[in-house]
């Protein structure tokens, strides 16, 4: 619907910035005539929402997230790295833990946080609701409203684990978690969720045939459950990088990256699939509408391309890793309802045991340079302000905070590639 055109002949010394700076815009098609205290009211508040709309594109989608992980021992400090997301489109962090550093250096900032509980502490968790309550006490209350805490993701990929006793101490884990976090007003509306494998469906080709494996069931159906009563997400880990592992064609290398090709069709509902990533998330939906859930949303916690690995490992490439979290994020600002995903994972972790490309899933260097251009970063004169230090609550002057968050540069990663 067309803006109305107002009739107005005097400007705030504002409104003629916002004026000056939108005039050629179809979204301001306004006739400069005469004026009324009540017609310049609306007609201001109109060019500000335009204002707002046409730089849209400079704002963090709430829809695009990164993962923290902390397994490595070169990170930037906590009080850098939010300075750099600042710079990004990136509006969500998934952690692996409750880092109290990390929580309060993202204070004031508006992006919001999905806290982890490790599978290790499970068991005292579903054993006694005082621990959970304990949890909730010193993970989460002295942090919010400050940091915007959404979620706690407890454990990680635990119904697939050998350990089937953690499996079976999950949901009780789950539920006194909730219950803590309702007991706070402040805290009640935080969701609780655990993150699940790819390896929980026992199909999922064509996606419409996605299935549970059946010997979960006694454990999933009640998580469902749980997840559908308290409208908690359904959190999976979706990786066509490792589909590809298994499928190394030329033609599956291209499905995974988003790139052209004659894609997939699934015969029962007739959609002709065009990259993987959709094919897996919609596999995970069939899997829940068998399941009884059809309306239980999907969350990925997981999704992301190393940019190196060993010999053996075909297709970790930086101009792989580029062209899927590239072409990832540009899907999903182009799709209508783009489903909420975490990419894996803000920095490298130097750290972790097994083949290279488990320590290269890095979207930046740890010297907060991006490692590729994936169309995360902002525009110049696109970046968010840097929250006051009273609001954040990182430190008392403006002085020190200069000095702990120097300025982050949008420089060109390696193999050239430019921010986005």
């Not at 990164?66 to 489109?89: F, I, K, M, S, W």
């Not at 130097?350 to 290269?360: A, C, I, M, N």
């Not at 010297?367 to 696109?382: I, V, W």
């Amino acid at each position: 619907m067309p803006l109305p055109k107002l009739l107005f002949t005097y400007f705030s010394l504002t409104e003629l910035k916002l004026y000056f700076l939108l005039k050629d815009s179809p979204l301001l098609p306004f006739k400069v005539v005469s004026f009324t205290m009540e017609q310049r009211l609306y007609r201001f508040l109109l060019i500000t929402i335009a204002f707002i709309y046409a730089f849209s594109s400079t704002n963090s989608q709430t829809y695009i997230g990164v993962n923290y992980g902390e397994v490595a021992d070169n990170l930037p400090p906590p009080v850098q790295t939010a300075r750099l997301l600042l710079n990004t489109t990136v509006s969500k962090v998934r952690l692996y833990g409750a880092d109290p550093a990390f929580i309060q250096a993202l204070a004031g900032t508006n992006i919001s946080l999905v806290l982890g509980v490790a599978n290790g502490e499970i068991p005292a968790l579903a054993a006694e609701p005082s621990a959970a309550a304990a949890w909730v006490s010193s993970k989460i209350l002295p942090f919010i409203p400050a940091s915007s805490i959404s979620a706690i993701s407890v454990g990680n990929e635990v119904l697939t684990m050998s350990d089937q006793s953690l499996s079976s101490q999950l949901l009780s884990a789950m539920q006194n978690l909730r219950s803590a976090l309702s007991s706070s007003a402040a805290a009640s509306g935080i969701k609780v969720s655990t993150v699940n494998s790819m390896a929980v469906l026992a199909q999922s080709d064509p996606p419409s045939a996605g299935a549970f494996h059946p010997e979960l069931a006694a454990t999933l159906q009640p998580l469902l459950k749980f997840l559908h009563d308290g409208s908690h997400p359904f959190m999976i880990n979706p990786y066509p990088y490792f589909a590809y592992q298994s499928d190394p064609r030329p033609e599956t290398l291209a499905f995974c990256l988003f790139q052209p090709g004659p894609g997939r069709h699934d015969p029962g509902t007739g959609i002709t699939y065009t990259n993987m990533f959709d094919a897996q998330v919609d596999a995970v939906r069939a899997a829940l509408r068998a399941a009884g859930f059809p309306d239980l949303e999907v969350v990925v916690a997981e999704t992301g391309w190393p940019d190196r690995g060993d010999a053996s490992e075909a297709g970790a490439t930086i101009e792989n890793a580029e062209a899927y979290n590239g072409n990832l994020v540009a899907h999903l600002r182009n799709s209508p309802r783009p489903v909420e995903t975490y990419i894996f994972a803000l920095y490298d972790e130097d750290l972790k045991p097994g083949p290279t490309s488990e320590r290269s899933f890095g979207l930046f260097r740890t010297d907060l340079t991006p490692a590729y251009d994936a169309g995360l970063m902002k525009p110049l004169g696109g970046a968010a302000e840097w929250p006051s230090p009273v609001a954040a609550g990182l430190v008392s002057t403006p002085e020190a905070m200069e000095a702990a968050a120097p300025a982050v540069a949008c420089k060109p990663g390696r193999g050239g590639a430019a921010c986005g």
